[in-house]
């Protein structure tokens, strides 16, 4: 097919896809299918940047990280809501807004309030008579009000289910996204447009005709698939878990960079507004079912109830069907529906009168702790577990629950043999809420951290470090326990998962199953890096073993020999380093040419940017040397990381990896090192050692592609602008960057200048 038309069926098919997973809750594809055609448009939008739309799905993907928030005044304030607890509270709630909304109710309150306080002249001129009509006026008052807490009605309301996510503010202009702010403190917030830009259930353009203004106020969250896929991750890692989806999702939002936050897949369902062009919606209702159909997410379950008992059932009827449901919800908001009688009962400072959540209590039970168990990730990292006695809770059955570190063990004086309280977190994760102490058996236990690595009884590292005695025994809590170790066994077989993943080496065929396999045997060496690539040594060995045929084998050696030409930054990556993730790596690979140039540096090389904005004095005194670091290249790691990272290299064991690693053939250079002074001249020395921010739609390129066109010629791109910025290039709707850059007096061109300076290679 031809690739313009290619392009165009790709674009629609995944605006189609996310509708239908997102709005609709009828998936066309799988996530992967997704991603693959992702990719497939994105490649073809670099080779045809011409016919890439500005609202293309590919401008999701994330740039380079930001370096800071800024702050954003909402037009309407987003207030908090009024709780309650019980159903008595709703009905009291309900009868205050009919109360202050009922057209006979309002006429009544008018006329006494001008018996008592206005001109008694005319036909109630006299006391007797004012005061009879007064009672009169009461007693129907009375009537109407007991007839409606009677009958439960009449009314109009809608109950919402209260997702339990971040609340954000999402602001259309002419049906394309302008800003999405966090609720900050009501007034202002956040601007974390960065971050919903790459957030697949948030529209960058509205279908069919919007309004000038659409703010969309509603919650992102995380369900709880991607919430477990991500504890998982991170176990795996032997890096700390999530507490709760609500927590994962307010850290990824607040994250500076788009391509974790894009990985995260969170989601959105609107459930309000801010500031809206007039005629729009007269209701509630009316209002999810317009933005629904412009392609916002709502609540399927969202519902309008003609009377309070209505409204009571709904709670009820939810509460046992959230469930069910792939995200954690805590409640359920029950609003007038009508905007008119909102507008007519108002707010106070605090909240609106009109509307109140209903939080559902969380699940909580009792259980006896029956022992902890000290589990050994990747790291090294020592987790304890508790074993429980088995109780259901949520409607699952629970025997086990995470602990998180001994530090909160010793804090909530956690002993074997106690009943404790436990809830789900989130609803999801079982969670020690704490110790029943009147139920202590008298041969309660203490929990003892391990002094040694329960593996392999290797040393351990505590962080932080103990308590200073002089602050008292409890001043200072442990964070972490590791075993540090590199030769434990618990750490060596995740070590080799990781090392081979995808996103690491990418080693064909070398999965969990392949490792198990191969170490299970006793035959084969398989225990460090470097045994990796002298498999093909073992080919006989590997063709005896279960399920291994020749084809397959060959298929795994093939897959290890294409793996030593992926460079510095996959190794760095693989080797399961403290601090030391994906984007880390990278960027060392972009400030080191090799793994030895990388060995060679000082501490303070490792942590470029931290070390040069200490003072001179500063920097002698915690390194000894007061002279800054050039050419300055972002690695990602400050002061209390880059030490940590340091001292690994030099290890014994990483000294030993890279030796290894180097001599079976595997390359420690970098793909990613640009030398200085490398780049190209002419059209390059515009741009050399200049950082350029890009922000707005650009016609003519995709803006990874431009990217990579600007740092082959010498410049740094950016996600934010601020003072170290040098050039801003703005496209059509370049909003706050381009409003910031006006600000610092930075220069701005447009494309047609950016045209002009590129010349031949503008495409």
């Known amino acids: 097919m031809e690739p313009t038309k290619r392009i165009k069926?790709?674009?629609?098919?995944?605006?189609?896809?996310?509708?239908?997973?997102?709005?609709?809750?009828?998936?066309?594809?799988?996530?992967?299918?997704?991603?693959?055609?992702l990719g497939e448009l994105a490649s073809l939008e670099a080779a045809h940047p011409g016919a890439a739309e500005a609202d293309s799905p590919t401008k999701r993907v994330g740039g380079e990280p930001i370096e800071g928030f800024e702050q954003r005044a909402h037009a309407a304030p987003m207030l908090s809501i009024d709780n309650s607890y019980d159903e008595k509270s709703v009905w009291e709630w309900a009868k205050r807004c009919f109360e202050g909304t009922d057209p006979e109710l309002l006429r009544i309150g008018a006329e006494l309030r001008g018996l008592v306080g206005g001109d008694h002249g005319g036909l109630f001129g006299?006391?007797?008579?004012?005061?009879?009509?007064?009672?009169?006026?009461r007693r129907r008052r009375d009537e109407i009000v007991g007839q409606w807490s009677t009958e439960g009605g009449p009314g109009e309301y809608c109950c919402d289910p209260k997702v339990d996510g971040v609340a954000i503010s999402l602001r259309y202009?002419?049906?394309?996204?302008?800003?999405?702010?966090?609720?900050?403190?009501?007034?202002?917030?956040?601007?974390?447009?960065?971050?919903?830009?790459?957030?697949?259930?948030?529209?960058?353009?509205?279908?069919?005709?919007?309004?000038?203004?659409?703010?969309?106020?509603?919650?992102?969250?995380?369900?709880?698939?991607?919430?477990?896929?991500?504890?998982?991750?991170?176990?795996?890692?032997?890096?700390?878990?999530?507490?709760?989806?609500?927590?994962?999702?307010?850290?990824?939002?607040?994250?500076?960079?788009p391509n974790l936050?894009?990985?995260?897949?969170?989601?959105?369902?609107?459930?309000?507004?801010?500031?809206?062009?007039?005629?729009?919606?007269?209701?509630?209702?009316?209002?999810?079912?317009?933005?629904?159909?412009?392609?916002?997410?709502?609540?399927?379950h969202a519902k309008v109830c003609a009377r309070v008992a209505d409204v009571a059932k709904t709670i009820v009827e939810f509460g046992g069907a959230r469930r069910g449901?792939?995200?954690?919800?805590?409640?359920?908001?029950?609003?007038?529906?009508?905007?008119?009688?909102?507008?007519?009962?108002?707010?106070?400072?605090?909240?609106?009168r009109w509307v109140i959540a209903f939080k559902y209590p969380p699940d909580r039970t009792m259980t006896v702790l029956l022992d902890v168990l000290h589990q050994v990730g990747k790291t090294g990292k020592i987790t304890p577990r508790a074993v429980m006695k088995p109780v259901l809770l949520a409607g699952t059955t629970v025997q086990h629950a995470t602990l998180h570190n001994y530090g909160q063990v010793r804090q909530k004086d956690i002993r074997i043999g106690d009943t404790v309280e436990i809830e789900k977190a989130g609803e999801i994760i079982p969670y020690v809420v704490g110790v029943v102490r009147s139920k202590r058996p008298r041969d309660a236990r203490a929990v003892e951290a391990p002094g040694v690595c329960p593996e392999c009884e290797g040393p351990v590292e505590v962080e932080p470090s103990d308590a200073d005695p002089s602050l008292g025994g409890d001043a200072l809590l442990e964070t972490c326990r590791r075993c540090v170790n590199p030769e434990c066994p618990a750490q060596v077989r995740e070590k080799l998962i990781w090392f081979c993943g995808r996103r690491q080496m990418d080693i064909e065929g070398m999965g969990e199953k392949t490792i198990d396999l191969i170490r299970a045997s006793g035959r084969i060496p398989l225990a460090q890096f470097a045994?990796?690539?002298?498999?093909?040594?073992?080919?006989?060995?590997?063709?005896?073993?279960?399920?291994?045929?020749?084809?397959?084998?060959?298929?795994?050696?093939?897959?290890?020999?294409?793996?030593?030409?992926?460079?510095?930054?996959?190794?760095?990556?693989?080797?399961?380093?403290?601090?030391?993730?994906?984007?880390?790596?990278?960027?060392?690979?972009?400030?080191?040419?090799?793994?030895?140039?990388?060995?060679?540096?000082?501490v303070w090389g490792l942590m470029p940017t931290a070390f040069n904005r200490m003072s001179a004095k500063k920097r002698e005194e915690l390194f000894g040397h007061a002279e800054p670091v050039t050419p300055e290249v972002d690695t990602g790691l400050g002061v209390d990381t880059a030490p940590v990272v340091h001292h690994y290299l030099h290890s014994v064991a990483a000294t030993r990896t890279f030796r290894e690693l180097r001599a079976l053939g595997v390359g420690l250079g970098s793909k990613e090192y640009k030398a200085p002074g490398a780049a190209e001249a002419s059209a390059g020395g515009v741009f050399a050692g200049k950082t350029v921010v890009?922000?707005?739609?650009l016609e003519r390129w995709e803006r990874s592609a431009l990217k990579e066109v600007l740092e082959n010629l010498g410049a740094t791109c950016s996600g934010s602008v601020s003072n170290r910025t040098h050039l801003v290039i703005a496209g059509e709707n370049a909003g706050s960057k381009l409003d910031r850059a006006r600000e610092l007096g930075v220069e701005v061109w447009d494309e047609a200048r950016l045209v002009k300076e590129l010349g031949d290679r503008a495409g």
Do not use: C, W
Not at 126 to 137: P, V
Not at 275 to 282: H, I, K, N, Q, T
Not at 533 to 555: I, Q, S
Not at 593 to 600: I, K
């Open 261 to 300: 936050i894009a990985a995260r897949r969170l989601s959105f369902q609107a459930h309000g507004r801010g500031e809206v062009s007039e005629g729009f919606a007269a209701s509630h209702s009316e209002f999810l079912g317009k933005v629904r159909a412009l392609g916002v997410p709502t609540s399927p």
């Open 126 to 137: 006299g006391g007797r008579a004012r005061e009879e009509r007064a009672a009169e006026l």
């Open 694 to 697: 890009l922000t707005g739609t």
């Open 325 to 352: 449901l792939e995200y954690a919800t805590d409640g359920m908001v029950v609003r007038l529906n009508r905007f008119g009688q909102q507008e007519a009962l108002g707010a106070t400072s605090k909240s609106p």
């Open 173 to 257: 202009e002419r049906g394309k996204l302008a800003h999405a702010v966090t609720r900050g403190d009501g007034v202002r917030g956040d601007d974390v447009t960065h971050a919903a830009r790459v957030v697949r259930a948030i529209p960058l353009k509205l279908e069919g005709a919007a309004p000038a203004v659409l703010e969309v106020r509603g919650e992102v969250f995380m369900t709880t698939r991607t919430f477990e896929r991500i504890n998982m991750e991170l176990e795996e890692a032997g890096e700390d878990t999530l507490a709760n989806p609500r927590n994962a999702t307010a850290g990824t939002l607040k994250n500076l960079d």
């Open 9 to 37: 069926e790709l674009t629609d098919l995944l605006r189609r896809a996310n509708r239908a997973y997102y709005v609709d809750a009828k998936p066309i594809m799988s996530d992967a299918e997704f991603d693959g055609l």
């Open 531 to 602: 045994d990796i690539f002298r498999l093909r040594e073992h080919r006989g060995a590997l063709l005896e073993l279960e399920r291994m045929a020749e084809k397959k084998v060959d298929n795994l050696l093939g897959g290890i020999e294409e793996a030593k030409g992926r460079g510095m930054a996959k190794v760095l990556a693989g080797m399961g380093i403290r601090h030391v993730g994906e984007s880390t790596a990278k960027l060392l690979a972009r400030a080191f040419p090799s793994v030895d140039a990388l060995l060679a540096a000082p």
